[in-house]
């Protein structure tokens, strides 16, 4: 069994079963972002406090992660086939979705609300 194991983890490891993504433009990815109305389930700015899609700015998300997601959707997300989405529009809306979680994140001190 174990020498099973190996022997399928190996085979997914290869490159035909990884997923690759271009390098994309992320001010294109922002007008995907809103042209698509994807800001109606994951808000504006991908905080998505309100609204029914997950969070998307946050780390620990990959442009690998995003793209599986955009075109086999796991929840009640649309799936975003090449039909729909071509690679390089996924590419340039991937870019804009890993930059919503750049830049640093405010630590409590520097929230008035929380210093009252």
């Known amino acids: 069994m174990k020498q099973f194991a190996i022997i399928v983890f190996a085979a997914?490891?290869?490159?035909?079963?990884?997923?690759?993504i271009a390098p994309g433009d992320a001010a294109r990815g922002k007008d995907i972002y809103m042209r698509d109305a994807c800001y109606t389930c994951h808000g504006?700015?991908?905080?998505s406090t309100s609204f029914v899609g997950p969070k998307l700015a946050h780390a620990g998300l990959t442009a690998n992660r995003i793209l599986r997601q955009l075109r086999?959707?796991?929840?009640?997300m649309p799936?975003?086939?090449e039909q729909v989405l071509s690679d390089k529009d996924?590419?340039?809306l991937i870019a804009y979705v890993l930059s919503l979680s750049e830049g640093p994140t405010p630590s409590g001190k520097d929230i008035p609300l929380l210093n009252h």
């Open 44 to 47: 504006t700015t991908g905080a």
């Open 90 to 92: 996924a590419a340039d």
């Open 12 to 20: 997914l490891a290869t490159p035909a079963f990884a997923q690759t």
């Open 79 to 81: 799936a975003y086939t």
């Open 72 to 76: 086999q959707p796991q929840a009640q």
